[in-house]
């Protein structure tokens, strides 16, 4: 049996350091916002290469309380790709914003930049770009665009902790980055958890308000805000696994290079393999691949119990709960086509050279 991902061989290969690092936790009695959340803020800032990290309760949350911080206030237009996870839109309609959609570049499944700058209106505030399945953005034409026309750039980095372009992480491109700590993404917790990062001072200070109910100072609250906090005790958590990050977004990178070599060439004339912009670092959260017979090939691997999964099958403007903004099916062909041939392949630090074989091994005919 080979799994999509396996966060409890995550914990296994540090049992020790976690099981110390929850205990120690348990035992400060300090829960909420003490030293592991500031330690871990400080080491994901110093990773992510910016001034300030401020963690808070998921992904989800930290989209849009960075969009609140960046002055995205209700009825403001926010530009984002229809093909991502539903948290990305979800989170912009969250803070009474209007996600305004682009289509993506069908080569990355990332935000056509070239696409974005017709959408620009006087009520458009930022642009989300996704960096999907762990591949940047194009960050470069994005943040040109959004300079241009006085936009904030919310970068939804929670798949993508460590990729970079050229020599910059993700996290430090945009305005804000936000990043989630979901089991199943490259630095996950052991339940919810989500990080800020950003250059502003300003920005982080915001957010360091709106998760505690909008304090400035204890019970003196400047405007209404949320309740979300990093627990103390996933903060413990990820900072031990912070220390593995690097050598296993490494061995990520390996796998997916080994991947597309079984994958490309003979026999497999019936499906692609990621395409990789030049001179960015993906760090594969998700090794997906295309196929006009995907949902055979799934077949295939599940008969060898090996997991597969479609990210994602829906896209945003076509869910039930987008109803309201009243896209019709044709609007943007390019997320369309993607979601019905993608598929996602077993990808994980310890899924080995091996596991990668098999895999490939099934799929091929
Ligand atoms: C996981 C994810 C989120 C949300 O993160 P949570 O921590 O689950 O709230 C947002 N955007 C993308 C692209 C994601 O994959």
New binding site residues.
Partial sequence: MIPLADPTAEYLALKDEIDKALLDTAVSGRYILGPQVEMLEREIAGYTQVAHAVGVA????A?KLALTACGVNPGDEVVTTPF??I??AD?ISGIGAVPVFADIDPATFNLDSALVAPLITDRTRAIVP?H?FGQPADMPAIVALAREHDLAVVE?A??AIGAKVGENKVGSLGTAG?F???PS?NLGCLG???MVTTDDPNIAERVRRLRVHGAGAKYLHDELGYNSRLDEIQAAVLRVKLTRLEEWTEIRRELAGLYDELLTGAGAGELTTPHVAPGVRHVYNQYTILSDDRDDLAERLRRRDIASTVYYPRPLHLQKAFRFLGHETGAFPNAEAAAGRVLSLPMYPFLGAEGVREVAGALLP
């Avoid at 998921?58 to 949350?61: E, F, I, K, L, R």
């Fill in positions: 998921s992904g989800t949350d989209l991502s996870f948290a990305t989170a996704v999907l939804d929670a798949q936000a989630s700590f979901f993404k919810d958890g989500g």
